[in-house]
């Protein structure tokens, strides 16, 4: 096993490409737990006895249990060691993910999806624990290789469920899930370095300097007022598509729309190349470029008259160059703040991510009732107008930028 790595600034030996290939599938399969339970929200309040108002909940109390463990666990990743704090995680994930399988009642599973959401937050303890493995110069690669795994995760986690349940049943998705939770467990004991903060903060500083952090940072700011509406595009994107597709114009069936899910996984190229444009000072062009992108996904579905084979292939394009474009501009912004420091790069990463959370969060709920009133074209100038309001901000941005105090 590797050497400990404390966070002296010479001491960043190069990443091999195994251990990134590693640390990529482990975002993604870590990822995915976020939402195998979308598509099962159905059969499984059916059979725990739930109304169809409170299935909402097993989504809402996942991504709930996300966001608390992004602000209260995640800045964990400046005062632990890291290692043992992953591990730590992810069998609280996977204990979770068993505990669903096995439960028949309401009440324990909404726990348990709670607990799942707190558990899925390793996956952003990893991603400031690669940066801090890569060289500088290469720091954007990096990230952006490991962040194609965890778009991966979330791109493939609900048509893999769907898929499994289709041929056995929703319980054997988490039975599965929690198994593979184990088994990376075992993998990455045995794989990863020791990384040990030089931080000495108590956890009631840890969680007050994120406050502090937060104020002070203009590049954490901004860039994570950038992805968080790029992320609400994202959002509102993916919660009506299933809609339309389903509805009388395109008539799709279930597994259909499963297919059409597919082809947003392509969009997770962008993650490297996006590392690869930072690495090479090209952060600003390359925001404008996936700002333009995502506001240009939602005018190409206005092309042609839905229900048409031609209005199919234009969405299932929009789809492609939306994932790209938001998922470039994900890994821009962690190879910025991850530039700031490494002694709060895990605080940066947590208030990053919950931000942009939110905006998805919101981008969510605003899809869902603009589809509800107007159709796709309501739904597609909002998502329309969230990326050309970032990049409306973007052109107030200056060259220099502050490191937070300390």
Not at 18 to 32: D, N, P, R, Y
Request: hydrophobic share 55%.
């Amino acid at each position: 096993m590797s050497s400990p790595h404390s966070d002296a600034p010479s001491d960043h030996p190069a990443i091999s490409p195994w251990l990134t290939l590693l640390l990529a599938t482990a975002c993604g399969l870590i990822a995915a737990n976020l939402y195998y339970g979308q598509p099962l929200a159905g059969p499984i309040s059916a059979e725990l006895g739930m109304s169809p108002a409170a299935a909402g909940l097993i989504v809402t109390l996942t991504q709930i249990g996300y966001g608390l463990g992004l602000l209260l666990i995640v800045p964990l990743g400046d005062l632990f060691e890291n290692r043992r704090l992953i591990l730590t995680v992810i069998f609280a994930g996977a204990a979770a993910l068993l505990a669903a399988g096995l439960v028949t009642h309401p009440l324990p599973f909404l726990a348990a999806a709670l607990f799942i959401g707190l558990g899925s937050v390793a996956v952003q303890i990893l991603v400031p624990y690669a940066a801090h493995m890569a060289p500088e110069a290469a720091r954007g690669k990096v990230v952006g290789n490991v962040v194609s795994g965890l778009m991966l995760g979330i791109m493939l986690a609900r048509p893999v469920s769907s898929f499994i349940a289709q041929f056995s049943s929703w319980h054997v998705v988490f039975y599965l899930s929690s198994a593979a939770m184990i088994a990376l467990m075992i993998v990455l004991a045995l794989a990863l370095p020791k990384r040990v903060p030089a931080s000495k903060l108590t956890y009631r500083h840890l969680l007050s300097s994120m406050g502090r952090l937060a104020v002070t940072t203009p590049i954490l700011q901004r860039r994570a007022l950038y992805q968080a509406c790029m992320f609400g595009a994202f959002s509102v994107f993916w919660t009506t598509t299933p809609l339309l597709l389903a509805g009388p114009e395109f008539g799709l069936s279930q597994g259909g729309i499963a297919l059409f899910a597919l082809a947003g996984v392509a969009g997770a190229i962008a993650a490297p190349i996006a590392g690869r444009w930072a690495d090479r000072g090209l952060t600003r062009p390359a925001t404008v470029f996936a700002m333009l992108l995502v506001s240009a996904s939602f005018l190409m579905t206005h092309l042609a008259p839905h229900g048409s084979t031609l209005a199919l292939g234009l969405l299932t394009a929009a789809a492609i160059l939306l994932d790209f474009g938001v998922t470039t501009n994900l890994v821009l912004g962690q190879r910025a703040i991850f530039s700031l420091g490494p002694e709060y790069r895990n605080r940066l990463n947590g208030l990053y991510m919950a931000t942009f959370f939110a905006g998805g969060a919101i981008g969510s709920a605003v899809g869902g009732w603009a589809f509800a009133h107007g159709g796709w074209w309501l739904t597609s100038w909002i998502g329309f107008a969230l990326p050309a309001l970032a990049l409306l901000y973007f052109t107030t941005e200056k060259r220099a930028v502050l490191v937070p105090a300390t």
